[in-house]
């Protein structure tokens, strides 16, 4: 038998060394050896992974006679999930979640089969646009107004690493002035961290990143921040709070210094909330900047947030209608 083509031979050995049986014996040991060998690691693994099968198809026998009965299913779920049937653990978790919603164990198992079956997912937005200014410099007269030309490149990505769910966000952007090169503005940013099962139906992502800028010919600021935005999406609810601290430096010709920036923003979108249709979008934010110096540029597609020392507070109210398919009008 081990006399047959390497690529089948290799393929055994490797099957068997997970009973710990040196490769070495298998090629010096005569064939009664090596048979024998494999008999007893047949008979190590065969009996635990039979007796799981076996007990799968007890539990499942039971579920079907009592569909309804969450410990059953509880049961069936975990040790599907134990065995690597995801789907059948995925469906008898979500059995158990409608018959018992209160039912954390389920809840959590639901929550966890579901980001173990998430697919990854890789979004590239590229965003193009122009506009008119007619003075830039916002010099008296006489004014030179020229058009403009805005670009951003937005990479949203999450996938999972070595069992864990990993998101990470991206942007590069610029505002390119025909006339006045020197008000050229871009930045450059990334954000990355994991996606953690905070309690059942939260998650909490957790992130560092950095950004850095470039404006009238020089370099402007850099930032550096870390943040945990947690996220629930239950009902068809999507509710969301971000905190966010981070230390901002700019570069020293201009009149801003440096200093450390807290944010509280949160984001509850409501679909249908005022009739068939019709979703609410809330955000509100609460902003506290402590950057020495003045706001000497506004910087129209980087950030909302501005230097000097300042408490800001408020909330964005987004009414949106389906008018189409594939076409939404907002408010």
Known sequence: FFQAEDGIRDKLVTGVQTCALPIWLIQQRSGLMVAAYLAAAVLVIAPGSQASANELDALYRQVIRHPGNPELNLRFAQLAESSGHLRWALSAYERVVINDPNNAEGQRGLQRIRRKLQPNTTLVTVQLGTQFESNPRNYLPPRRGEMQGLA?????????????????????????????????????????????????????????????????????????????????????????????????????????????????????????ALSSGVGVIVSPWVIRSDIGGSAAVVNPISTELQPGAYLEWGSRFDFVRSIAEGAVAGL
Do not use: K
């Not at 990334?190 to 139906?201: A, K, N, R």
């Not at 800028?213 to 709070?241: K, L, V």
């Not at 923003?265 to 409501?270: D, K, P, Q, S």
């Open 152 to 272: 951003s490149v937005g990479l949203y990505d999450e996938r999972g690493v070595n069992g864990i769910r990993w998101r990470t966000n991206a942007i590069a952007a610029g505002l390119f002035h025909q006339r006045e090169s020197q008000l050229n503005y871009g930045v450059a940013g990334i954000e990355t961290g994991p996606v953690l099962d905070f309690f059942p139906g939260w998650s909490d992502h957790p992130a560092i990143g950095g950004n850095a800028t470039y404006y009238n010919n020089r370099f402007y600021y850099a930032e550096g921040s870390a943040s945990a935005t947690f996220e629930s999406g239950q009902d068809g609810i999507y509710r969301a709070i971000q905190v966010r601290g981070a230390y901002r430096s700019f570069d020293d010709f201009f009149p801003s210094s440096e200093g450390f920036i807290v944010e509280v923003r949160g984001r509850l979108a409501v679909p249908n």
